[in-house]
Nanobody
Framework: EVQLVESGGGLVQAGRSLRLSCAAS????????IGWFRRAPGKEREGVSC????????YYADSVKGRFTITSDNAKNTVYLQMNSLKPEDTAVYYC???????????????????WGQGTQVTVSS
């Protein structure tokens, strides 16, 4: 059974950092891209970042570029999202997702991802 489990969310003050983890089981990262999405209250789901296991390429939304870093530990089947200089507008539920056959990092739409985690809440206070 394929599972993605996010962890690492919480409540932090603006300017601080958090690291989210996405632990995968039931499949290996080969030929997958792992993406991070977020949904803030009253807003549409937004693609935040993506990493390809095939070529190691990464993608970041403009809203997080320079502040967030996505990395992958293939031996642990885990992807991390290091979030620095957090802002109140980063407050959202963050989801990781796995997309088979996505061979490079891109702003892939949500429907390209076949597996999703349950989400972890990130709240940034001002």
């Amino acid at each position: 059974e394929v599972q993605l489990v996010e962890s690492g969310g919480g409540l932090v003050q603006a300017g601080r950092s958090l690291r989210l983890s996405c632990a995968a089981s039931g499949f290996t990262f080969d030929d997958y891209a792992i993406g991070w999405f977020r949904r803030a209250p009253g807003k549409e789901r937004e693609g935040v970042s993506c990493i390809s296991s095939t070529d190691g390429s990464t993608y970041y939304a403009d809203s997080v570029k320079g502040r967030f870093t996505i990395t992958s530990d293939n031996a642990k089947n885990t992807v991390y999202l290091q979030m620095n200089s957090l802002k109140p507008e980063d407050t959202a539920v963050y989801y990781c997702a796995a997309g088979e056959g996505l061979l490079y990092a891109h702003n892939w739409p949500a429907y390209e991802y076949g597996y999703w985690g349950q989400g972890t809440q990130v709240t940034v206070s001002s």
